[in-house]
């Protein structure tokens, strides 16, 4: 069965330093990644997926097979990141996701 | 994206009583899913619901205990039932499909549950 895995609970870091939030998946075909943002007081929400190769609000991930890996990254944090943020995988169109654990990243000032 | 809205929103419970939470989209989706949020804990699924058939629970969860309507392609609900403190949680509905994109799911506002 799938897993994902994020190791940090909790991450915190000072406005305009470089984030990193870390996410590895388990899962022997071809999946579909995503980061999903909950902010206080506010509807989980998708951030980007691995399939679009986007930037949202300044955040990139990129999906590392090898590594099975699909870290979300900024280069410069600001304190309106300060959120919770999911990892999820979904191994085929149209079905479930999985979610890791959760990061909870603060933006100090 | 869709428009998805939870009733109630939070709400406090007796053990032993049973807790229906209701939601509803603003467009036809293909998909619904019930998820579980407990304290401190990430989103569990607990069933897909379907329309007109049965509802597909994942591993440890069972109908007699989570029973899920799926009248139309825009609602929804989920009972919640014979109530202990351990069901206390947050329980999400979420949908894909919504506006032809099959990749993304879109959540509700959660409901809370506390049960005493």
């Known amino acids: 069965a799938q897993r994902v895995t994020q190791p940090e609970k909790l991450l915190s870091v000072f406005k305009g330093a470089p984030v990193e939030l870390k996410c590895n998946y388990s899962?022997?075909?071809?999946?579909?990644l995503f980061w999903y943002v909950q902010y206080s007081r506010q509807r989980l929400q998708l951030l980007l997926r691995h399939i679009s190769r986007e930037s949202i609000k300044g955040f990139t991930a990129d999906l590392n097979k090898g590594e099975t890996s699909f870290h979300l990254k900024k280069p410069f944090a600001q304190e309106e990141d300060s959120a919770m943020y999911y990892c999820a995988l979904k191994v085929t169109s149209g079905s479930r996701l999985t979610f890791g654990e959760g990061t909870q990243l603060t933006v100090n000032p | 994206s869709a428009v998805i809205s939870q009733k109630p929103s939070r709400d406090i419970c007796q053990r032993g009583t049973s807790l229906t939470i209701q939601c509803q989209v603003d467009?036809?989706?293909?998909?619904m899913f019930w998820y579980r949020q407990q304290p401190g804990q990430s989103l569990t699924l607990i069933a897909t619901?379907?329309?007109?058939?049965?509802?597909?629970?994942e591993s440890g969860f069972v109908i007699d205990k989570f029973p899920i309507s799926r009248p139309n392609l825009t609602f929804s609900t989920l009972t919640v039932s014979n109530m202990s403190p351990e069901d206390s949680s947050i329980y999400l509905c979420?949908?894909?499909?919504?506006?032809?994109?099959?990749?993304?799911?879109?959540f509700g506002p959660g409901t809370r549950l506390t049960v005493l």
């Open positions: 619901a379907n329309q007109g058939s049965e509802a597909t629970y």
């Open positions: 899962y022997s075909g071809s999946p579909e």
């Open positions: 979420s949908v894909t499909n919504a506006g032809g994109n099959t990749d993304t799911q879109y």
């Open positions: 467009s036809q989706v293909t998909m």
